[in-house]
């Protein structure tokens, strides 16, 4: 028996890429009538925190907000009801962390081929240590 995915939790970072891994997010939240969670990861790095770097992050995240409404009004057509959140930190232990906060019952995320000439490198990719990590399904989208 398939599962009924009630919160399904979309991690973009808005770019192309992406755009497979929404529409299937689309398909999935309609068929299950299911709430979708929109997540960007702000990655920090690690310096000092100063007034300069205090605003690059606040900058970051005011574009960040921008880019998820724009994209959560692409869901309004289906009525699916979206959360948005941005985080900052590193974005595998972020997608994980709030997934399990959220109780999320499946993540849907934009993948890649694996590259079989170096396959070993393919395995160090987001997509790859979220599946690892998280304690719900995931749907890799390629």
């Given amino acids: 028996m398939i599962p009924r995915f009630q919160r ?12 497979s891994a929404v529409e299937v997010a689309r398909e ?12 960007h990861v702000i990655e920090t790095i690690n310096l000092p925190e100063d007034d300069e770097l205090r605003s690059f992050y606040a900058e970051l995240e005011k574009r960040s907000r921008s880019q998820l409404n724009a994209l959560a009004r692409r869901f309004d057509e289906t009525k699916t009801p979206v959360d948005q959140e941005v985080r900052f930190g590193h ?40 599946s690892l990590l998280c304690p719900c399904p995931i749907l890799l989208v390629k």
């Fill in 91 to 130: 974005r595998a232990e972020e997608i994980v962390r709030f997934a399990s906060e959220q109780a999320i019952d499946l993540i849907v995320m934009s993948s890649h081929p694996i590259d079989k000439e170096s396959a070993v490198r393919s395995w160090n990719t987001l997509s790859y240590q979220v």
């Fill in 8 to 19: 399904i939790l979309l991690p973009v970072d808005f770019t192309p890429k992406n755009d």
């Fill in 28 to 39: 999935l939240a309609t068929q299950y009538d299911a709430t979708l969670s929109l997540i």
